[in-house]
């Protein structure tokens, strides 16, 4: 499945990052020591005062099987597949994130590079 994702990004210092309680239904990718990217949210609340907040608009979510994101990173990737959470770099050439969980894998690209994408991979979504 290919969808648009709404997505906050989050600086602020390490410590204040890991303390900070996120909204329960968006999910906290720690894309940076100081920088979070909370997708599936709309605002956040900054952890620290001096903390920078701000919508990060122009992502797109591709929802795949474990098997479809094996096979993806096998062909497309040059760098492993992380075991369980967020890795990051080019796939198929094209700078992603992906984001590694028991029962489905999400690849994140930015929009601009979504038909780019497609064309290199071709069909990715389950």
Known sequence: MREAVAAVRVAAT?????AARWPADA???????DEVLLLD?????????????????????FVLT???????????????????????????????????ADDRWWVLVQAVFVDEFEERVGEVSA
Do not use: C, N, S, Y
């Open 66 to 100: 474990p098997e479809q994101g094996r096979a993806l990173m096998a062909g497309g990737a040059a760098w492993p597949p992380p075991a369980e959470g967020l890795g990051q770099g080019l796939v198929a050439g094209i700078p992603a994130k992906v984001h590694v």
């Open 41 to 61: 949210a709309l605002d956040a609340t900054p952890p620290e005062p001096h903390a920078i907040v701000f919508g990060d608009t122009g992502w797109v979510r």
């Open 14 to 18: 390490a410590e204040a990052l890991d």
């Open 27 to 33: 999910t906290a990718l720690r894309v940076a020591p």
